[in-house]
């Protein structure tokens, strides 16, 4: 099976389907563009491949990532307003995580330790 991301015209992924490994293959070698014409017989859009292993655009999609044309992979989105992306895309916070168990709270801006459950 094969996955194709739909992109908006701020490349916002609005849409991942599966599409049958079949619909790829020229002479037996997948083809992402002819995955892509494909694509467009059931909507016409923008459209990229993904992977659910990862193995393509470094993550697989879901509603609401971004696609990064330039770096040719996936973004996530934004966890936190504070957040930041880094070079490699990935959003970091303004004060980074202590060791240990903490989870980042926003309206201070700070990692707080999580309450024993026990």
């Known amino acids: 099976m094969a996955y194709f991301a739909e992109l908006d015209n701020n490349n916002i992924v609005v849409n ?11 002479d037996g070698v997948e083809s992402e563009q002819k995955g892509i014409d494909f694509c467009n017989t059931i909507k016409q859009s923008k459209w990229v491949q993904c ?3 990862h193995r393509i655009r470094k993550e697989y999609p879901s509603i609401g ?25 990935n959003w970091q916070p303004p004060v980074p995580k202590p060791e240990g ?3 980042w709270n926003e309206e201070s801006l700070s990692w707080l330790p999580i309450p024993d459950a026990g």
């Open 16 to 26: 991942v389907i599966a599409v049958h490994n079949n619909e790829l293959l020229i």
């Open 51 to 53: 992977s659910f292993n």
């Open 65 to 89: 990532f971004t696609y990064d044309e330039l770096a040719d992979e996936f973004v996530r989105w934004q966890p936190f307003a504070s957040w930041t992306l880094d070079s490699n895309n």
């Open 101 to 103: 168990y903490f989870y």
